[in-house]
């Protein structure tokens, strides 16, 4: 059995279960999902970090939920003589390293957010595919679908701030993307394709509208997803050709849910502030770092 421990946001929690999905098939085994830690707002206060909901049923994957038993069973065997069992955390400096499990490894509990695409790589195809959305858009949602899709260039733009803004030890550790991340990416798109229109998706569209005013007749400001329907936001990034994300786990899944080839997607080169190596872990290969 593989348990994955989540942790974050959606875009947090499809990291958890691409890596889980991973080790599962690696181990030819089954992959369930341990979700008390993420809903416990006791844990969110004493930690200082935001208070999150389990969203994976945004999906049509249905993975088993861990139960407390067994949570318990594998946490009371980890690396006992004989128990063939576990516990694997995030490591910082090779991500390849942490799938080169001993061998008659049976049991593995996984602890961290494996914000890579390396974590997952031998079955992201498989992912492609389950990650198909269960819900139904609103119908303001599937009209701005059809103007993506009509557009050849569409991008999106992603402008995380919330609680990168308001929480001292967010922004400690995430930093924030400035508008000059921004001005450069745009007009590094705009050098290289013609007849560009950018989607902007952003916590805060009130910040968003007045520091890309200048993008004018060009840009569409999306502001109806909010809370509850905020995955909205991320069915409408995957449709978009190309993207500028900002250091979120939410629009890098905007940008990787699409499988275009030839396309640009932008992403700020220090996604963790000070910490060169994790920033460039995360990124793609193919992406464009600036």
Avoid at 90 to 99: G, R
Avoid at 241 to 254: D, E, L, V
Wanted: charged share 20%; glycine share 4%; net charge positive.
């Amino acid at each position: 059995m593989v348990i994955s421990v989540l942790l974050g946001g959606l875009g947090n929690q499809l990291f958890q279960y691409a890596f889980g999905v991973r080790l599962a098939h690696q181990l030819q085994t089954e992959l369930r999902l341990e979700r008390h830690l993420l809903e416990s707002t006791t844990l969110a206060r004493l930690r200082h970090y935001t208070p999150r909901q389990y969203e994976l049923d945004t999906f049509s994957i249905r993975p088993k939920q861990a139960s407390i038993l067994d949570l318990i069973s594998v946490s009371a065997r980890v690396n006992l003589p004989g128990m063939n069992t576990i516990l694997v955390r995030e490591s910082a400096t090779n991500p390849d390293a942490i799938t080169k499990l001993p061998d008659k490894v049976q049991n593995v509990l996984c602890f961290g957010y494996w914000q890579s695409e390396s974590y997952f790589k031998p079955v992201a195809e498989t992912l492609r595919k389950q990650l198909v959305f269960r819900k139904t858009p609103s119908a303001v949602t599937l009209a701005i679908a059809n103007t993506i899709l009509r557009n050849p260039n569409a991008t999106f733009i992603h402008i995380r701030r919330g609680d990168y803004v308001t929480n001292p030890t967010a922004n400690q550790y995430h930093g924030l993307c400035d508008i000059d991340y921004y001005i450069r990416s745009i007009s590094y798109l705009r050098e290289r394709v013609s007849d560009l229109h950018f989607f902007v998706f952003s916590d805060d569209p009130i910040w968003a509208k007045r520091e890309l005013s200048q993008l004018g007749k060009t840009a569409t400001f999306i502001d109806h997803n909010q809370g509850a329907d905020s995955w909205q936001d991320l069915y409408l990034m995957r449709l978009c050709h190309h993207a500028i994300i900002a250091n979120s786990s939410f629009s890098w899944w905007g940008a990787w849910l699409n499988p275009e080839i030839e396309r640009l997607v932008i992403a700020p080169d220090q996604w963790f502030p000070g910490q060169p190596l994790m920033s460039q872990q995360v990124i793609c290969p193919n992406w464009h770092r600036l």
